[in-house]
Nanobody
């Protein structure tokens, strides 16, 4: 059974930082591109950042470019997103997702985690 478990969310002041982790099990992690999405109350789920299966390629939503970075450790089956210079508009539930081989900015991922709440106060 495939599981993606996010951690690292919390409450932070504007300008602060958080690092989210997503631990995967039940799949050959190194075959999967990993993406992070977020969903704020009343809004659709949106792509935030993604990393290819080997980590050689990354993609970022314009709203987080220069503030967020993504990395993966295929030995630990874990993907990370470092979020710096957080803004109140970054407040959302953040989900990690796995898609075979290639990054996608759409929701067509094969597996999803349960999400972790990130709240940024002004």
């Amino acid at each position: 059974q495939v599981q993606l478990v996010e951690s690292g969310g919390g409450l932070v002041q504007a300008g602060g930082s958080l690092r989210l982790s997503c631990a995967a099990s039940g799949l050959t992690f190194s075959n999967y591109a990993m993406g992070w999405f977020r969903q704020a109350p009343g809004k659709e789920r949106e792509f935030v950042v993604g990393i290819s299966w080997r980590g050689g390629s990354t993609e970022f939503a314009d709203s987080v470019k220069g503030r967020f970075t993504i990395s993966r450790d295929n030995d630990k089956n874990t993907v990370y997103v470092q979020m710096n210079s957080l803004k109140p508009e970054d407040t959302a539930v953040y989900y990690c997702a796995a898609k075979l081989f290639s990054i996608s900015r759409s929701l067509n991922y094969d597996y999803w985690g349960q999400g972790t709440q990130v709240s940024v106060s002004s």
